[in-house]
């Protein structure tokens, strides 16, 4: 919900729900994957000091926000381009997901926002682990 909501705030004026939906489409199918993975590489976030903890937080923050944008990319290329010219398939997964990863979290600011909420997401997850290794041994 948050993702849709961050595109609705960057997609053009006057965007029907619907319009902004199936723009981001192929991002919001991969946003559970994404939430795995980002999962999986935070289970021993706990065991990190506080400067890791917040380096870490920001570093798979921009990553989640980089493979959403990806697979916007990928499904946009998949149902809107009927070839795969090289510059138009470079352009989708190459440039437009590094930019409106890196520009569209700190250009807009959303960053700012969003980091304390990976860095609090990052703990939940490593302390489910945590009680949980806990329980098997």
């Known amino acids: 919900m948050i993702g849709y909501g961050i595109?609705?705030?960057?997609?053009?004026?006057?965007?029907?729900?619907?319009?902004?939906?199936?723009?981001f489409l192929g991002g919001a199918v991969a946003a559970p994957c994404i939430g795995l993975l980002i999962g999986m590489i935070s289970r021993k976030f706990a065991a990190l000091g506080q400067p890791g903890?917040?380096?870490i937080a920001l570093?798979?923050?921009?990553?989640?926000?980089?493979?959403?944008?990806?697979a916007t990319g990928i499904a946009r290329l998949l149902g809107e381009y009927s070839g795969f010219a090289h510059?138009?398939?470079?352009?989708?997964?190459v440039?437009?997901?590094a930019i409106g990863a890196l520009l569209g979290l700190t250009y807009t600011g959303y960053v700012l926002v969003l980091w304390p909420l990976s860095y609090a997401?990052?703990?939940?997850?490593?302390?489910?682990?945590?009680?949980?290794?806990?329980?098997?041994?």
């Open 7 to 23: 595109a609705y705030s960057v997609s053009p004026i006057l965007s029907t729900p619907l319009a902004v939906g199936r723009v």
């Open 53 to 55: 903890r917040v380096a």
């Open 59 to 70: 570093a798979d923050l921009y990553l989640a926000t980089w493979l959403f944008v990806l």
């Open 87 to 93: 510059q138009i398939a470079y352009r989708a997964l």
């Open 95 to 97: 440039v437009d997901p």
């Open 121 to 137: 997401n990052h703990l939940v997850v490593a302390r489910a682990w945590t009680v949980s290794n806990a329980m098997r041994g």
